[in-house]
């Protein structure tokens, strides 16, 4: 009976297994076998690693690509971490429409998000026109189309999601915690350092893996706002497969296998972090 049952599961989870070998695994076992192979004579070879570990192009581009993917999911985290907080002090009616408007906000990105902004910050946008009218050039300190627009942009469609994720995570917060630290005249921010943030920190560290992998593979609205002035991963990949040069597909291929490891190593950074904890835990 529970072999039946085993096979049954397994005939259900067919559709999605197909989904996933015919647009995760083949796709990526392609692009491995692509980044060893040299676009000349298809023999195996290591020259496209050398070459983006080398190239100053390339290298550019991962910087960049981590720079804002870092301090975006930083800075996101910490935002919707307050925002997170104040969803979970609402009511159940209140927390049903906010978590339907943070779901509908989460899937605000690409051309929307770009033209949004651009109404709103552009050159000629509603927000910088308000300021000229009175007397402040906000052009002297924030350009929308530079890493800075970038910036801001990013965290915005990372706060969705963010808080989206830690909502649940307050749930683990019990009320009793929060009496008893009154009680014994813990201030609020002793019991947040002290025993709400680190009991959250397994949340913490997956959002922040989320929220990193989210950033540093967005490319729609990327290049619609900068277009290719600014080098980042997920342009310099496209564009080495659909872009108007000669396609690439052997080095496109190898970026792309090297921003599968960076976020990867940034998954398993956040895992290590954890069982560190969980251990520390055990061992007091």
Do not use: H
């Amino acid at each position: 009976m529970k072999k039946q049952f085993k096979i049954k599961n397994m005939i259900t989870m067919l559709p999605l297994l197909l989904l996933a070998a015919m647009f995760i695994f083949l796709p990526i076992l392609s692009m491995i076998r692509d980044s060893f192979t040299l676009p000349q004579t298809g023999a195996f070879t290591l020259e496209n690693y050398r070459t983006i570990f080398t190239d100053s192009v390339y290298q550019v581009a991962t910087k960049n690509s981590l720079y804002l993917s870092f301090f975006s999911t930083l800075a996101g985290l910490v935002i919707s971490f307050f925002i997170a907080y104040s969803v979970n002090e609402l009511g159940r009616k209140g927390q049903g429409r906010m978590l339907s408007l943070l779901n509908m906000v989460s899937n605000f990105a690409g051309l929307p998000l770009y033209f949004s902004f651009v109404v709103i910050l552009g050159n000629t946008g509603i927000f910088v026109l308000a300021l000229k009218a009175v007397g402040f050039e906000l052009a002297s300190i924030f350009k929308l189309y530079s890493m800075q627009g970038l910036m801001l942009m990013f965290i915005y469609f990372q706060l969705p999601l963010g808080s989206l994720m830690l909502v649940p995570a307050f749930q683990a917060i019990r009320p009793a915690w929060k009496e008893a630290a009154e009680i014994l005249e813990a201030t609020p921010f002793k019991f947040w350092t002290r025993i709400g943030i680190p009991v959250m920190l397994p949340s913490l560290l997956d959002t922040f893996a989320l929220l990193f992998a989210n950033a540093i593979t967005a490319y729609a609205t990327v290049l619609l706002l900068v277009t290719t002035s600014i080098p980042l991963l997920p342009v310099k990949i496209t564009t080495m497969f659909t872009g108007e040069m000669t396609p690439q597909r052997e080095l496109g291929s190898t970026l792309a296998i090297w921003m599968i490891l960076i976020m990867l190593a940034v998954i398993w950074g956040c895992n290590l972090i954890k069982k560190l904890m969980y251990k520390g835990g055990s061992g007091s």
